[in-house]
Antibody
């Protein structure tokens, strides 16, 4: 089974930035929609951002609009999430998710926002 | 946002016995193309979610046929015909008809 691998998570202070990356060499990114979905014990699973095959369409949940930016590099089979102005409410495990001929989730990367 | 309400939130099942999880959406999930946009996921302990079902009743590749799902409009059901030890975990329904796509709160399945 194909595996996506996220990186870039960590501990940051409120107001700081992080950039998450997701790689999956065995998958065909240019045919797929891709998402970032986060999970917390309190709010469960929450769709954060989503982009289409060529990156021309992007969706963001209201709580991250203007702060987060999703991007895709099909040539590198990579997905990114630039997260700015992070708040404690952004603390979560962030999953990279592939919606192509099958559905694959990464292992998740933990983002902790705390002072 | 569309609210997905699952029941029960917890289920204790004897090995080999059936199990059923319900999911109700606050809005119709029927797309203009005729598809009904509901999926089911299983998150085993310590693992990422894995999709089991898409478009109400279509099993993903590799999903055992003891898993089946049905429903229409706003009411959906996931059934396990004979629960096995590997079926333990959290089950989520998800709608992808309306933005933001939303998940149910999860149903914890454990072995009695």
């Amino acid at each position: 089974e194909e595996q996506l691998v996220e990186s870039g998570g960590g501990l940051v202070q409120p107001g700081e930035s992080l950039r998450l990356s997701c790689a999956a060499p065995g998958l065909t990114y240019h045919n797929s929609w891709m998402s970032w979905i986060r999970q917390t014990p309190g709010k469960g699973l929450e769709w954060v951002a989503h982009t289409n095959q060529d990156g021309s369409y992007k969706y963001y949940v209201d709580s991250v609009k203007g702060r987060f930016s999703i991007s895709k590099d099909n040539a590198k089979n990579s997905l990114y999430l630039q997260m700015n102005s992070l708040g404690v409410e952004d603390t979560a495990v962030y999953y990279c998710v592939y919606w192509g001929e099958a559905n694959y989730w990464g292992l998740g990367t933990l983002v902790t926002v705390s002072s | 946002d569309v609210v997905m309400t699952q029941s029960p939130l917890s289920l204790s099942v004897t090995l080999g016995q059936p199990a059923s999880i319900s999911c109700r959406s606050s809005q119709s999930l029927v797309h203009s193309n005729g598809d009904t946009c509901v999926s089911w996921f299983l998150q085993r302990p310590g693992q990422s979610p894995r999709r089991l079902i898409y478009n109400v009743s279509n099993r993903d590749s590799g999903v055992p046929d003891r898993f089946s799902a049905s429903g229409s409009g706003t009411d959906f059901t996931l059934k396990i015909s004979r629960v096995e030890a590997e079926d333990v975990g959290l089950y989520y329904c998800m709608q992808y008809r309306h933005w933001p796509h939303t998940f149910g709160q999860g149903t914890k399945v454990e072995i009695k």
